[in-house]
């Protein structure tokens, strides 16, 4: 599936956000009700709540409350398979310069030391959407534009509709399993956490996902935190949904553990074995690959050398550094899983684009020597 970041199909998007928050002013203190395609409010003067319909000209509308707000009115319908009709939400920091009061975003990854947060939904039956929570990322401190990375928490799904990419796994985040999704859909890059079942309410630290994001090579901590926000994504239906409360705060001062840069590998002292799992699609695919110390020497540092197959071209990674030259694919660990004790393993993956036929590669060394195939 594939859809255009939220509000960017309007082309008059910047203007029409900055303007309508202007003309509604203040802080919601009684109901506000918004049916204007890109109106905001205040919330208790520390967060936005924004109507966003920027995938249908069908009306849409939401009672802004104290604490949170409800869609009203949800004429729009798309097809399942696309984008949603809208992203009615509630945010902390800025989104197309539109910036919640006194935020303190952006800031950098690196001085963010816990972000809890926390969220109560309230579900209806009969349509088709999603509950998500969404973080936007970028190299730089932007307001306004379109964020380069994009982490969505679906804390509910109903009807047959899927995140964006393709499933690469699962990951234990917050203390629930979620099964994760990595793609792209043009405009910035996205890893969605998809949750087996309806979860009504969550609380949890946000900095949880972004340093399962940091480890999959998506982001640095460089990287910017430019807005935290919560909602739904209606494709058919969805009036009566609601967040009934939000609360989102981002803490600084702390350094989380930054990611050293690859260093290079000593000769290999021990036997290894690749497993290479790969999903593939007409024009792409997805690789998880195991790598397994089957030696009798621990390996401190590793690097995976191997040839892709002629059509085949690695386009982002998770947890490894890959890179590709030609045909060549090196992939180096991260600081996190550059150890291997004897029997020890560690996992990797990447998404590539395919032209022809897929074929999976032949042969791997690790370190120079040359491993079995598992």
Request: charged residues 10%; hydrophobic residues 35%; contains cysteine.
């Amino acid at each position: 599936m594939k859809r255009p970041l939220r509000a960017l199909a309007a082309a008059g998007l910047l203007a029409a956000g900055t303007l309508v928050a202007v003309a509604l002013g203040g802080t919601a203190s009684a109901d506000t009700q918004i049916c204007e395609q890109y109106g905001s409010t205040v919330i208790g003067n520390r967060y936005v709540a924004q109507n966003n319909r920027w995938g249908t000209t069908a009306q849409q509308c939401i009672n802004v409350t104290g604490t949170g707000f409800e869609i009203t009115t949800q004429n729009g319908s798309s097809p399942t398979n696309g984008a949603p009709t809208a992203y009615p939400s509630i945010f902390v920091g800025c989104h197309y310069t539109n910036c919640s009061p006194g935020t303190n975003l952006p800031v950098q990854v690196s001085q963010i030391s816990s972000a809890p947060g926390s969220i109560n939904y309230r579900y209806v039956s009969g349509a088709t959407y999603n509950a998500s929570y969404d973080i936007w990322l970028d190299p730089s401190p932007k307001r306004d534009g379109v964020n380069q990375m994009e982490i969505m928490i679906w804390l509910n799904r109903q009807g047959p509709i899927q995140p964006i990419g393709s499933p690469v796994g699962t990951a234990t985040v917050a203390g629930r399993t979620w099964e994760v999704w990595r793609g792209s859909n043009g405009a910035n890059n996205v890893i969605s956490y998809l949750a087996p079942s309806a979860i009504p309410s969550l609380s949890f630290d946000v900095l949880d996902f972004i340093n399962d994001t940091r480890n999959r090579g998506a982001i640095t901590n460089s990287w910017y935190l430019t807005s935290i926000q919560a909602g739904f994504e209606p494709w058919q239906g969805g009036a009566g949904l609601a967040v009934t409360s939000f609360s989102q705060s981002v803490n600084t001062g702390g350094t989380p553990p930054i990611t050293p840069p690859p260093t290079t590998p000593p000769p290999g002292t021990g036997g290894c074995a690749v497993k290479y799992t790969p999903t593939s699609w007409n024009n792409g695919f997805t690789a998880d690959v195991q790598i397994t110390n089957t030696g009798s020497s621990t390996i401190s540092g590793w690097t995976l050398a191997y040839t892709l197959p002629a059509g085949q071209q690695v386009t982002n990674s998770w947890n490894a550094t890959v890179s590709q030259s030609g045909s060549a694919v090196t992939a180096r660990n991260f600081a996190h899983n550059g150890t291997l004790a004897p029997g020890g393993t560690a996992n990797f993956g990447y998404q590539a684009t395919l032209s022809g036929a897929y074929a999976s590669p032949t042969s791997f060394t690790l370190n120079g020597r040359a491993c079995t195939r598992a």
